[in-house]
């Protein structure tokens, strides 16, 4: 089974604050994402990565950078958090076929005070 | 604008009943539409996948159906269980490969 995992279940972080947040995937996968979910809203996508060091703006990028130095490996950045960031944080990964389903970690609840 | 729409936003039904949740999708070119199961404090899990030639697809007590013609996808739980609830999203892939996602329909069963 493919595995995802987040590095942290819940956050609590100040606005300002610089925050990492990590995702792990063991499958190979090529494409990661990251996404956050509020009520009301569904999943809205941050930013994708289709390889490694290749990354591309979702549908709500502000506020928000990755990294992806290794294949396995994909990070969100809030470069200065606001409250506004509170949210739940999802990542995920794929194949790069068409038809493949995404592998979700388990989220992390970011709070930002 | 390519959307997805569920309803009902949300559902609560007595163990061993039936529902079925409905998705509405505008998305074009459509490539398939996939249904995903959302339990509390996780991530979401795929339950199946249809593509355009697709009109029903079954996976244990969840039955997905899609039609094309008029843009509709349902999923239909039969005898329904405490474990069933959870959020369910449905997932639309253009054939570019972006996914528009629905909001959701959140089933509640009780005993």
């Known amino acids: 089974d493919v595995k995802v995992t987040q590095s942290s279940r819940y956050l609590v972080k100040r606005t300002g604050e610089k925050v990492f947040l990590e995702c792990v995937q063991d499958m190979d996968h090529e494409n990661m994402f990251w996404y956050r979910q509020d009520p009301g809203l569904g999943l809205r996508l941050i930013y994708f990565s289709y390889d490694v060091k290749m990354k591309e703006k979702g549908d709500i990028p502000e506020g928000y950078s990755v990294s992806r130095e290794k294949k396995e490996r994909f990070s969100l950045i809030l470069e200065s958090a606001s409250t506004n960031q509170t949210s739940m944080y999802l990542c995920?990964?794929?194949?790069?076929?068409?038809?493949?389903?995404?592998?979700f970690g388990n989220g992390t609840r970011l709070t930002v005070t | 604008k390519n959307q997805v729409e569920q309803s009902p936003q949300s559902l609560i039904i007595l163990e061993g009943k039936n529902c079925t949740l409905q998705?509405?999708?505008?998305?074009?070119?459509?490539?398939?539409l996939r249904w995903y199961k959302q339990d509390t404090g996780r991530g979401p899990v795929s339950l199946t996948i249809m593509t355009f030639s697709e009109n029903t697809k079954s996976n244990g007590r969840y039955t997905a159906t899609l039609d094309a013609d008029t843009k509709q996808s349902s999923l239909h739980i039969t005898a329904s269980q405490l474990s069933d609830s959870a959020s369910y999203i449905c997932?639309?892939?253009?054939?570019?490969?972006?996914?528009?996602f629905g909001q959701g329909t959140t089933l509640q069963v009780k005993p």
């Open positions: 995920a990964s794929s194949l790069s076929t068409l038809n493949s389903p995404l592998h």
């Open positions: 997932v639309v892939s253009e054939s570019t490969g972006k996914l528009i």
């Open positions: 998705c509405n999708y505008t998305v074009s070119p459509f490539s398939n």
